[in-house]
């Protein structure tokens, strides 16, 4: 409903006339008893007049807000739909409008804003400070849309040379808007984008178009990328849709479409440092209190990518549930797929010493109907307060409709992914691969085990701190052990093919011994105070009794992994894990981090990592759930050694001036692989600053200059 307060307000109740002066308010509320207003808008004058019964009123000069837009005109009409109109209008998102002179802003002969958040000039005139830019007869914008209508972004980098971009973005209608963006780069040519968006209640819909002419695409060789052909008409086309269907069913639709295998690092490194392979699927799923049942397709689109196709893949979830209403329990998982090893598809064939040229092939597809069949059942009871033991006891039946006869061991597997890997110049193995020949397969496999869990807490209600902010403590304990054993399956893994780690199931015998820690205490006032972790420890060791093929050599003693986080006070926390063998005494992986805050005036992020993922001993389980920090994935083993250490530090020099610096040095190859200086100045309505960087080589300085309100408008 409207609002209107004043210094002094005459009405007539029956006319609902209604006359005010005085340090006027002039409001909408989202309902009549919502404190939100609607749609962000504020008028503020000394003079009104008009009908609540209408809704219409006038009135005489005055100030006025619509979401992240001030603005003051000569004088507003209310008309009866909501449509505020102003005449003689200076508008900005600069705060100074209300008192003085803004650093930017536009002067229209008249201003329509409407309930729907949009706002139309006639006749306006863009200005900085109070010097005339360009004229336009009429405009139109959101004040709801979070960035602003018109974006903008310019620059120079060494790979591109100077580059500028345009965009404009519309509301088309509730939930729909589009953003068309236009660029161009003098050492790469021009780009065109497009990013339409729709949403509902039921419903999120996206649609993104980006097309350019590269003049100077990535080689490595002339005339190609990595053993693919360099593309100069270089594209993405991505589409995102996600519908429920009442209270149970939800449908998920992707598709990213790309033009090459550098198109996402080079153009979208937003989305590539999230994912490094974009998927492309469907996805119904249907979601009952004891059951979940979903059929799902996931395909290749971009031949330059190895993906594991399921075409389709119907899955039949159940959730551990009790028995006829017993104390016996039962969980269960049963999928059916079409599945398709698709390996990238090089242009340039594989190259070596003479004598093995001949020998040099890429890994080759295989595909097959696979059936997978999980049944498991509990049975667990209480040993006495606090202590839960559970025994297990299941079976997995896996049905392959194609097997190889010749047989492929992990070393093989290995050498696959790695001369499948593109960014390894030369891999001169000869691979032993899989062929079709092994007929059809079913294999069983038993798994039996128990798992005791515990759960143990001391509590100090006097302890108390005030620098460590500490009110009472509470030290919680939970101590478990689990034992699997699974039988030695019924089909060698060496003849499965290999789509992911149902495939790879062996023989196990072995125990893990974990505790986990935390240490609590409560923060904040009165019925604010809430528990707060001060610290948290992770840790576990597995001991094999039997070890799995191929790690026969290995003692009893398995992996050893601690996690920790320890968050004395706000302003610190320090993380960590480490893991290794205990067997051959190697460390796998070493994380750490701090994060320190000196008030308000500096703050300091330091992160370490070292990763060898070969080494790990494998357990499994597809009766329990068992937390792992190792490369469970073969995959992950043909990354290699990874060893870095980053440092970040952010400096307050004043209330309106900020520096940062970031080093970032690769230990392997003993390397500052990068570094970046950055100064950020608060110009009032603006921000203003200064980046170097150096990347791999690439060196770019960049002046920063960009909206407060709408920080994607601006000059980069």
């Known amino acids: 409903g409207l609002v209107l307060e004043a210094d002094e307000v005459r009405a007539n109740v ?8 005085g340090n006027i308010h002039f409001y909408a509320l989202e309902t009549p008893d919502s404190p939100e207003l609607k749609r962000g808008f504020y008028w503020r004058g000394d003079r009104i007049e008009g009908n609540f019964g209408t809704r219409e009123f006038r009135s005489g000069a005055n100030t006025f807000q619509a979401g992240e837009w001030y603005g003051r005109g000569g004088d507003l009409q209310h008309q009866t739909d909501g449509t505020v109109v102003f005449h003689n209008v200076e508008i900005s998102t600069c705060a100074r409008l209300h008192d003085g002179t803004p650093h930017y802003g536009l002067d229209a002969r008249k201003v329509v804003y409407r309930t729907d958040g949009t706002i139309a000039a006639h006749g306006a005139v863009y200005r900085v400070g109070r010097i005339p830019v360009f004229y336009l007869p009429y405009v139109a914008w959101d004040t709801e849309t979070a960035g602003g209508n018109i974006t903008f972004s310019g620059g120079y980098k060494s790979s591109d040379g100077a580059h500028v971009q345009v965009g404009r973005r519309w509301r088309l209608a509730p939930g729909l808007d589009t953003q068309v963006e236009v660029g161009y780069r003098s050492k790469r040519g021009p780009s065109l984008g497009n990013v339409t968006r729709y949403r509902t209640d039921r419903s999120d819909s996206e649609v993104e178009l980006f097309g350019m002419l590269d003049d100077n695409p990535p080689e490595t060789t002339p005339g190609y990328n990595r053993r693919f052909e360099t593309e100069d008409e270089r594209y993405r086309a991505r ?53 979940t049942a979903a059929l799902g397709l996931r395909a290749r689109v971009n031949d330059f990518y190895t993906v594991t196709e399921r075409l389709p893949e ?5 959730p551990r549930q009790s028995v006829l209403g017993t104390r016996l329990q039962y969980q269960g998982q049963t999928s059916l797929a079409n599945l398709r090893m698709k390996w990238r598809d090089f242009d340039l064939d594989r190259v070596g010493p003479p004598p093995l040229s001949p020998l040099l092939e890429d890994p080759a597809d295989y595909e097959t109907w696979r059936l997978d069949s999980v049944h498991m059942f509990y049975l667990p009871f209480d040993l006495r307060d ?42 001169d193995a000869v691979l032993s691969q899989y062929d079709d020949e092994g007929g059809d397969a079913l294999r069983a496999a038993a798994e039996a085990g128990v798992e005791v869990t515990g759960k143990f807490y001391r509590s100090w209600e006097g302890a108390r701190s005030a620098f460590w902010k500490v009110d009472g403590l509470r030290h919680i304990v939970q101590p478990y052990l689990n034992y699997t054993w699974i039988s030695d399956p019924s089909e060698d893994r060496e003849h499965l093919f290999y789509f992911d780690e149902v495939d790879r199931l062996v023989e196990q015998s072995f125990v893990r011994v974990g505790l986990d820690q935390r240490l609590q205490t409560r923060r904040g006032e009165g019925m604010e105070k809430k528990v707060y972790t001060l610290a948290a420890m992770e840790s576990y060791a597995d001991f094999h009794f039997d070890r799995p093929e191929g790690e026969e050599e290995l003692g009893e003693a398995g992996d050893w992994v601690t996690r920790f986080r320890l968050a004395p006070r706000e302003q ?20 750490a981090g701090v994060t320190f805050a000196l008030f308000e005036a500096l703050r300091l992020d330091i992160g370490y990592l070292y990763r060898q993922d070969e080494g790990w001993s494998a357990v499994d389980s597809f009766g329990s759930t068992l937390a792992d920090y190792t490369a469970d994935d073969i995959t992950a083993l043909v990354a290699g050694e990874s060893h870095y250490l980053s440092l970040d530090m952010t400096v307050l020099f004043n209330e309106k001036t900020t520096g940062r610096a970031r080093f970032e040095f690769d230990l392997v190859d003993d390397d500052l692989s ?9 110009l009032h309505c603006w921000m203003g600053g200064v980046r170097v960087e150096e990347d791999d080589g690439e060196f770019a300085v960049r002046a920063i200059l960009y909206l407060k309100a709408f920080p994607q408008v601006g000059a980069h």
């Open 14 to 21: 029956e006319t609902k006339d209604v006359s005010a002066t």
């Open 239 to 291: 589409l995102y849709h996600r519908q429920e269907f009442g209270d149970n069913w939800q449908l998920r639709l992707g598709l990213d479409a790309l033009s090459d295998i550098d198109m996402l690092e080079e153009w979208f490194d937003g989305d590539f440092g999230s994912y490094r392979q974009p998927r492309t699927y469907a996805d119904l799923r249907y979601d009952h209190d004891r059951f």
């Open 314 to 318: 119907l899955r039949l979830d159940l």
């Open 386 to 427: 606090g202590i839960r033991v559970t025994p297990r006891a299941g079976a997995r039946l896996t049905y392959y409709e194609n097997t190889s006869e010749r047989a492929v061991d992990e070393g093989d597997l290995l050498a696959m992914f790695r001369v499948d890997d593109p960014d390894r110049e030369t891999v």
């Open 572 to 591: 610190l926390t320090l993380w960590g894990l480490v893991g290794m063998n205990l067997d051959e005494g190697t460390v796998h992986r070493v994380e």
């Open 674 to 682: 990068r570094q970046v200086y950055e100064v950020v100045r608060d």
